[in-house]
């Protein structure tokens, strides 16, 4: 598809269990970024990407949250024996440095629930 | 540090009366400014840029850099306006979108 694609887009999983979740980019597009809504509640910046590296982690709530990108390309977020307060829904988004089309394009997101 | 500011968490209006949205920015460099918007169920979508100089629903935001704010306004309000608004700063060569914690609107009859 031409949007970004995010997988599974509901997740239940019991509290310590380890979860992953997938970010497919618009295809070319080198910046990636992984944010967290919980209910109701704005955007929390997790990590930013450019390219494969992550030059911004300072998002990351703790040593339990983990992500990278291969390829320029696919993103896996990593939330390792997750607690309840990690609900939420985790959003992907991806953008072009094309000149100065820099628009950001959201995936649905993941939603998250540990029970 | 380059920051947004929304200083709004929960603004409340009733349909037909003028909205503002505010936003502030704290960056050096030439900004690329942004509003996103999310209805109920939708994903995160771009409203307006200030590049585009557009009006978008009814919404304009003019980018103001002496008071580095890009407030977001409509004149009369709609009921449909209701959603999450983010305003988003996007840094010089865009290798950086910068996003505010969000205003929620909410348009009532």
């Known amino acids: 598809g031409a949007g970004v694609s995010q997988s599974p887009s509901n997740k239940v999983t019991e509290k310590g269990k380890d979860v992953e979740l997938r970010c497919d980019p618009i295809?070319?597009?080198?910046?990636l970024y992984w944010y967290r809504q919980r209910l109701g509640q704005g955007l929390e910046f997790l990590i930013y990407?450019?390219?494969?590296?992550?030059?911004?982690k300072s998002g990351l709530p703790s040593d339990r949250f983990s992500a990278e990108r291969t390829g320029e390309s696919v993103s896996t977020l990593t939330i390792q024996r997750t607690q309840q307060e990690d609900s939420a829904v985790y959003l992907c988004?991806?953008?072009?440095?094309?000149?100065?089309?820099?628009?950001?394009?959201f995936g649905q997101g993941t939603r998250l629930t540990v029970v | 540090a380059q920051r947004v500011t929304q200083p709004e968490k929960l603004l409340s209006v009733f349909k037909g009366a003028p909205v503002e949205l505010k936003c502030n920015y704290s960056?050096?460099?030439?900004?690329?400014l942004f509003w996103y918007v999310q209805y109920s169920r939708q994903r995160l979508q771009l409203l307006l840029r200030h590049i585009s100089r557009e009006s978008i629903k009814g919404f304009t935001a003019d980018l103001n850099k002496g008071e580095t704010s890009f407030h977001l306004k409509k004149p009369f309000a709609q009921e449909e306006d209701s959603a999450m608004y983010y305003c988003a700063l996007s840094l010089t060569g865009g290798f950086k979108t910068i996003f505010g914690a969000g205003t929620r609107l909410f348009v009532k009859a």
């Open positions: 988004a991806s953008s072009s440095q094309a000149g100065s089309y820099t628009e950001a394009f």
């Open positions: 960056y050096s460099g030439s900004p690329e």
């Open positions: 990407f450019q390219g494969n590296s992550a030059p911004d």
């Open positions: 295809s070319g597009h080198t910046a």
